[in-house]
């Protein structure tokens, strides 16, 4: 994995009322109860960022809806902690941006483990809670749904996740956290993911509220006083033999979480990390695997199907007039290109490439150009793979 430098933060942001409240209160809704363990921050992760390599993107800035994000004189994206409203728009924008908390990964954990009970996931913002309400266990709160990219929205639907949004997007327009940035930016990603998957995002006009065991009891209307109590006995006899345990254990969905995700790792046969290499200057190659990326070839790898729709923008070397320089690859950030170990060639793995257009700029040579596929181009790089293991 790549490291994570931590190069700016976020410990509060102003709220609509002007208080100054701390990160926490941004953090995502678990199970029907918000975590309130420790301060949550946004990062910035160098390794993941091309502007920080090289190029002159811009997407964080542009897309950030207060202009809180710019950048040092090496490239690198900062924070300004007093503009910054943590919405997440630049975590769904960018791979360089990530949460001290909660990452993507914990996220579409918990999404995963809400799926085996059995149960919908219903996603909505902060914007939609109203005092008083209490999330009933199956519901994420996120600061605001742009925090989701469509890869992320992908990988759900390629899963056949039953996920739903319940949010009004009359409150996005005046939305003091992230604005009509928000609603563009969300609706995008959930339009492109229905579109690559071939699947549907359910709506819904209210957020599922906590249900307790004495509710029937003590709001009794609509219900037959007989059936509630039948009801809260049943639920008290299943609590004292430990079926209700036996259901909710998140033990046992974790464990099923992490043994699927190992075997998916494993099916997709990446080689992130460091490997010994004799033609490499420091005698070792990296690979890094990007989170979006990554989402894409583990949501082609659930479903097959979708890798012909999914467009991306990859480099390609003209062999003819390559003479093996490998400017290319000190130039690349993910690794996609590296000194073949058995005799120090370019070699190139697809899989790995984010068409961050480096490569192109830096060969002397002009045998590189960036080319628009689709998401087969990493299927085939990947029976490529399995082929030689």
């Known amino acids: 994995m790549a490291d994570a430098r931590p190069l700016a933060n976020k410990e509060g942001f102003e709220t609509d009322d002007g208080c100054e409240r701390d990160a926490e209160s941004a953090s995502v809704q678990v199970d029907g109860a918000e975590e309130r363990l420790r301060p949550q921050h946004i990062v910035v992760l160098r390794d993941f960022c091309t502007r920080a390599h090289g190029t002159d993107c811009e997407r964080c800035a542009l897309a950030c809806p207060h202009g809180a994000v710019s950048y040092t004189d090496e490239g690198v994206p900062v924070l300004d902690t007093e503009a910054c409203t943590y919405c997440g728009i630049c975590l769904g924008i960018c791979d360089a941006f990530s949460s001290t908390r909660v990452t993507m990964n914990d996220l579409h954990a918990r999404i995963r483990r809400i799926a085996l009970r059995g149960e919908d996931v219903v996603l909505t913002c902060k914007e939609n809670l109203f005092p008083g309400l209490e999330p009933a266990a199956n519901v994420v709160v996120l600061p605001c749904l742009a925090a989701l990219a469509p890869e992320f929205w992908t990988l759900v639907l390629s899963e056949n996740i039953p996920a739903k949004i319940a949010a009004d997007l009359a409150y996005c327009t005046d939305c003091p956290r992230a604005g009509d940035m928000g609603e563009l930016l969300y609706s995008h990603a959930i339009e492109t993911a229905e579109q690559w998957s071939g699947r549907s995002i359910g709506w819904i006009e209210e957020i599922p509220e906590k249900e307790s065991l004495v509710k029937d009891l003590t709001d009794p209307t609509g219900v037959d006083r007989r059936s509630a109590f039948t009801n809260i006995v049943g639920d008290v006899g299943d609590i004292a033999s430990g079926k209700r345990r036996l259901r909710n254990s998140e033990v046992l969905q974790e464990f099923y ?87 120090g060639t370019l070699a190139y793995d697809v899989r790995y490439c984010i068409g961050c257009g480096l490569c192109v700029g830096t060969c002397a040579q002009q045998a590189v150009d960036l080319i628009e596929a689709t998401a087969e181009i990493f299927r085939e790089q990947d029976g490529n793979e399995k082929e030689q293991s």
């Open 257 to 343: 979480e992490r043994r699927e995700r190992s075997r998916a790792l494993t099916r997709l046969n990446l080689g992130n990390g460091t490997e010994f290499n004799d033609f490499a200057p420091d005698g070792r190659t990296k690979k890094t695997m990007w989170p979006k990326q990554q989402m894409t070839l583990e949501a082609i790898e659930r479903d097959p199907s979708i890798a012909g729709k999914v467009p991306v923008v990859v480099s390609q070397t003209d062999c003819s007039r390559c003479t093996n320089a490998l400017d290319c690859v000190a130039a690349c950030p993910t690794g996609a290109r590296y000194p073949n170990p058995a005799d």
